[in-house]
């Protein structure tokens, strides 16, 4: 798969313009993550065509928007104010850098350490309310409520030596986030219909027993007549349920539409912004800028699932890294 998508997110990138037995193995790519047997919907590779390409244009697309890597001094934090509101201190970034498992992994497989080290840097933003102190004018008011942000769970993605490499490794990512994102809709799907399917067969056994006299039951005929209208009323409704999901002819199909749906709107399911904040040295939230207050802005990446991620492209030594990491 990486030679795959090497070849489609190349340099050359044309929107649209891939090679149709590129387009052809990212359609087996999403049928392989979701579900293999699609393969029985006639038709499928045409059906799923223009959605794959349609999410390859969105991941190439939100990718490139990253903005250039900024380069961290594992020595210092230096005066970059991104960083300094990503890391409380040296030593937590230092100790993000050479702990994080993905990098460790990269050193310990490249037969020699690049000069430059590019991935990306992903975390979470929290801001929780505190009460604190603030001068107005000559007088310190205290209980003031404040909003401050901090950064958790950093974790660096896809590195490599090059950022050319780096940039279609996410873009692969983003692909595959996709395909993960439909198989989890497909899985609640079939999740849904076991559901309904074992409330039916429940409630047709209760209702068959009440229909013929109370069989089974202790005290054979004193079965309540006034149970069976309701009991037939939730087996229509869940009847109706299992036809909108699909009957047992048609569920690849259905699982394929919703496929189908996720790579074909992919701006609904995975989609980037700009988050700017202005922040104090300390990390709370202010309404102008100052001498030690500053105006942030940064890539989120949000999904439908609602999770969402701060992103950083960096660039880091690989001899510094290396040296930490040791």
Known sequence: MLRLLQSIFG???????????????????????????????SGYKK???????????HVIALVDRLPPPIAVDLE?????????????????????F???????????????????????LAMEKNEKVIFGAELSGDIVVRDVPQITVSFEGHRLIDPSGDQDKTRRLLKRRAYDHLISLALRRITMTKMERKELERRHALLQS????????????EGAGSVDS????????????IEAQLLEIGGD???????????????????????????????DSTGIKRNQVASNVHELTF??????EGRRFVLLLVALSGEELRRISG
């Open 47 to 57: 059906k799923l065509r223009p959605a794959v390409i349609r999410a390859i244009d």
């Open 98 to 120: 050479g702990n994080d498992r993905n990098l460790a992994g990269f050193l310990r497989e490249a037969a020699d350490v690049p000069e430059k080290i590019f991935a990306l």
């Open 11 to 41: 340099s050359e990138e044309i929107k649209g313009g891939y090679p149709e037995s590129l387009v052809k193995e990212a359609i087996e790519r999403a049928v392989d993550g979701t579900d293999p047997w699609l393969r029985t919907v």
């Open 76 to 96: 210092r934090r230096g005066d970059d104010p991104l960083l300094k509101a990503f890391f409380i201190s040296l030593d937590e970034m230092r100790k993000v």
């Open 206 to 217: 209760k209702l068959n027993i009440l229909q013929r006299g109370g069989w089974g039951f």
């Open 299 to 304: 890539p989120e990446l949000l999904n439908s």
């Open 249 to 279: 002819d048609r569920m690849f199909e259905v699982y394929l539409d919703i496929l189908i749906e996720v790579l074909g709107r992919p701006e609904e399911h995975l989609w980037g912004k700009k988050e700017t904040l202005i922040l």
């Open 226 to 237: 006034s149970d069976i209208p309701g009991l037939e009323e939730q087996i229509g409704q």
